[in-house]
């Protein structure tokens, strides 16, 4: 079978490997489509990789070929999304129920693994993974359009982070994959005016498309002057995991209103006091979200996500600005760094199975 392997900074390999067998407990699936998430960017440009070569992918669907001793939950030929962590601690030492809490230590990374990064992943024609991984779609829901509910269920798992009433006014930080899901999160969960904020007119634009109703170049136009006549909102959405917006959050909240940090960021980051002041002078709330799951495991957000999709309420093709094949290799990951992109999700077509 052909596999997609990081074997070095800014090296891929299209490899012929052996297609691997449905072990015990997991099953073999036929990948349709896999996702480039923003997180596989380093991992390709630095190599930054657990080890090489390295079959990337976390964000994929596929369909069922076979499956391993033990195995009843699931059948052959069943469509599936597939969630890519795998817990590997004791169920009971799971914080409130949820395996991603697990890894809240440096020292707990041995407590879990994850498909696409400490093993193969979705960019091969076939990969193997646990039955309890696998999410079967409903009718009338795309194989391609099932790729993308590992990073809805992410946008699912940080807006429920906190409550807000119908008609809030919210922000959003950031419009890349994440910040787009989460707008459109939002308006589904009943959210009035929403503010998007980004330095890419592109993304802003899409943001737009989706139910931002009021865009912000902040490279443009200072949030500060925009403030300067309108209410600060209650409630925020970081999802840049940039050192810049990540103190905006702090700093652009009503009294008493809540911020969620969803971005990752990778910076190091240091408040000035009078920032850091406004957490206690407005009474602020800030929280952290992390992943994409709750108890049962994997959680109710990789079915929310299904439900939203098969109803329509969100369309994931729409966010998807191309497919490529593996034989394409880098020429996604090229596109996604370009400045000021317009790509949003950039998908490899690994078999035509929709």
Same mark, same amino acid.
């Given at each position: 079978?052909?596999?997609?392997?990081?074997?070095?900074?800014?090296?891929?390999?299209?490899?012929?490997?052996?297609?691997?067998?449905?072990?015990?407990?997991? &099953?073999?699936?036929?990948?349709?489509?896999?996702?480039?998430?923003?997180?596989?960017?380093?991992?390709?440009?630095?190599?930054?990789?657990?080890?090489?070569?390295?079959?990337?992918?976390?964000?994929?669907?596929? $369909?069922?070929?076979?499956?391993?001793?033990? &195995?009843?939950?699931?059948?052959?030929?069943?469509?599936?999304?597939?969630?890519?962590?795998?817990?590997?601690?004791?169920? #009971?030492?799971?914080?409130?129920?949820?395996? /991603?809490?697990?890894?809240?230590?440096?020292?707990?990374?041995?407590?879990?693994?994850?498909?696409?990064?400490?093993?193969?992943?979705?960019?091969?024609?076939?990969?193997?993974?646990?039955?309890?991984?696998?999410?079967?779609?409903?009718?009338?829901?795309?194989?391609? =359009?099932?790729?993308?509910?590992? +990073?809805?269920?992410?946008? $699912?798992?940080?807006?429920?982070?906190?409550?807000?009433?119908?008609?809030?006014?919210?922000?959003?930080?950031?419009?890349?994959?994440?910040?787009?899901?989460?707008?459109?999160?939002?308006?589904?969960?009943?959210?009035?005016?929403?503010?998007?904020?980004? $330095?890419?007119?592109?993304?802003?634009?899409?943001? =737009?498309?989706?139910?931002?109703?009021?865009?912000?170049?902040?490279? =443009?136009?200072?949030?500060?002057?925009?403030?300067?006549?309108?209410?600060?909102? =209650?409630?925020?959405?970081?999802?840049?995991?940039? +050192?810049?917006?990540?103190?905006?959050?702090?700093?652009?909240?009503?009294?008493?209103?809540?911020?969620? !940090? &969803?971005?990752?960021?990778? #910076?190091?980051?240091?408040? +000035?006091?009078?920032?850091?002041?406004?957490?206690?002078?407005?009474?602020?709330?800030?929280?952290? /979200?992390?992943?994409? !799951?709750?108890?049962?495991?994997?959680?109710?957000?990789?079915?929310?996500?299904?439900? !939203? $999709?098969?109803?329509?309420?969100?369309?994931?093709?729409?966010?998807?600005?191309?497919?490529?094949?593996?034989?394409?290799?880098?020429? +996604?990951?090229?596109?996604? &760094?370009?400045?000021?992109?317009?790509?949003?999700?950039?998908? !490899?077509?690994?078999?035509?199975?929709?």
């Amino acid at each position: 079978m052909q596999a997609l392997a990081v074997t070095g900074a800014k090296q891929f390999e299209l490899q012929e490997i052996a297609r691997p067998t449905a072990t015990p407990g997991n &099953v073999l699936i036929h990948v349709a489509y896999c996702g480039i998430c923003g997180s596989d960017i380093p991992r390709y440009f630095n190599g930054a990789v657990f080890q090489t070569p390295q079959i990337l992918g976390h964000e994929f669907a596929g $369909i069922v070929a076979s499956v391993g001793a033990g &195995v009843t939950t699931i059948k052959v030929g069943a469509r599936v999304a597939v969630a890519p962590f795998r817990p590997l601690s004791d169920p #009971q030492t799971w914080p409130e129920g949820n395996p /991603s809490l697990s890894t809240a230590e440096p020292a707990n990374d041995h407590s879990f693994s994850f498909i696409g990064t400490k093993e193969p992943g979705g960019m091969a024609e076939w990969v193997v993974v646990p039955a309890a991984n696998c999410v079967p779609l409903p009718a009338g829901v795309a194989l391609h =359009q099932a790729a993308m509910v590992e +990073p809805l269920a992410v946008a $699912i798992h940080a807006v429920d982070r906190i409550s807000f009433p119908a008609g809030a006014t919210v922000m959003v930080l950031g419009t890349g994959t994440i910040g787009l899901l989460t707008i459109a999160v939002l308006k589904a969960r009943g959210a009035g005016k929403v503010i998007a904020v980004d $330095i890419n007119p592109n993304k802003l634009a899409i943001a =737009q498309q989706i139910g931002a109703d009021v865009l912000i170049n902040s490279q =443009q136009h200072a949030l500060a002057d925009f403030f300067k006549t309108e209410a600060l909102p =209650q409630y925020v959405f970081e999802a840049a995991g940039n +050192p810049v917006t990540e103190m905006q959050a702090l700093q652009y909240t009503a009294c008493r209103g809540k911020i969620v !940090y &969803v971005g990752i960021g990778v #910076q190091p980051l240091t408040f +000035p006091a009078k920032t850091f002041e406004n957490l206690m002078r407005r009474e602020l709330t800030m929280t952290g /979200s992390w992943n994409a !799951y709750s108890a049962p495991f994997p959680g109710y957000e990789w079915t929310t996500a299904l439900d !939203y $999709i098969k109803t329509g309420r969100i369309d994931t093709a729409q966010f998807i600005t191309g497919f490529y094949h593996l034989a394409d290799q880098a020429t +996604p990951f090229e596109e996604m &760094v370009t400045p000021n992109s317009k790509q949003v999700k950039l998908m !490899y077509e690994i078999s035509e199975q929709d």
